[in-house]
């Protein structure tokens, strides 16, 4: 689950990129309002954090482009501005949901996943591959009737080689998709969400190709 955070105070930037990050998301954080256009173009994000005063363009003129473009992405803006008519004028322009600054990290949270919980059942629930079930809501998996809940990162993981079978993802490929830019990846942690996977799964959940990486396994 990669979130884009956009806020240019440095503080509440980096506490918040850390404190989604202890909780599993991947975030990718930028400070200026011009380069969210680019950031959403180039990698695939399930959620946006929008403040609203930015520099160079502002959270609600982005929100505006972006529903302009058909994009439905979530967008929780998080802003300071309290008036009844700016709030009101967030949720207008194509918000999903709208915090006040000062805010609780708790709160913050809980509202993300209503968010994705929402945009996870309007879409076909379920991804199936042979006797494999994965279930993005709840990081629940049923592989050959046995059940248990992977992490987030696991549960990313697995749904990248489950959605393109037969395709085989080097590690540089999978810590991409899994991981934030200038996110701290220790050089064993797709191996080591692999060991976890195969562990909960069987060993023949992935197959790895040495020296070229990793597929999905044979789930008949
Ligand atoms: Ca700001």
């Known amino acids: 689950m990669k979130i884009l955070l956009v806020e240019d105070d440095i503080m509440?930037?980096?506490?918040?990129?850390?404190?989604?990050?202890?909780?599993?998301?991947?975030?990718?954080?930028?400070?200026?309002?011009?380069?969210?256009?680019?950031?959403?173009?180039?990698?695939?994000y399930c959620l946006v954090i929008l403040d609203l005063g930015l520099p160079n363009k502002?959270?609600?003129?982005?929100?505006?482009?972006?529903?302009?473009?058909?994009?439905?992405?979530?967008?929780?803006?998080?802003?300071?501005?309290?008036a009844v008519s700016d709030r009101v004028k967030g949720l207008d322009t194509g918000a999903d949901d709208y915090m006040l600054k000062p805010f609780a990290l708790e709160e913050l949270e809980a509202r993300i996943r209503l968010l994705l919980r929402r945009k996870e059942n309007k879409r076909?629930?379920?991804?199936?591959?042979?006797s494999l079930t994965l279930n993005p809501a709840t990081h629940e998996v049923v592989y050959k009737d046995k059940k248990c809940v992977l992490s987030g990162r696991e549960f990313s993981l697995m749904r990248v080689l489950v959605e393109n079978p037969g395709v085989i993802y080097s590690r540089a490929q999978l810590e991409e998709k899994l991981y934030g830019w200038n996110e701290e990846v220790e050089s064993n942690s797709v191996e080591v969400h692999i060991y976890q996977l195969r562990k909960k799964l069987g060993k023949g959940i992935i197959?790895?190709?040495?020296?070229?990486?990793?597929?999905?396994?044979e789930c008949s």
């Open 58 to 82: 502002n959270g609600l003129a982005i929100l505006q482009d972006l529903r302009k473009k058909k994009n439905d992405i979530p967008v929780l803006v998080l802003t300071a501005r309290d």
């Open 12 to 44: 509440i930037g980096e506490g918040l990129q850390k404190a989604l990050r202890r909780s599993g998301y991947s975030v990718d954080w930028v400070q200026d309002g011009f380069d969210v256009e680019q950031s959403l173009e180039s990698h695939a």
């Open 207 to 217: 197959k790895n190709t040495r020296g070229v990486g990793y597929a999905i396994g």
């Open 124 to 130: 076909i629930p379920l991804i199936a591959f042979g």
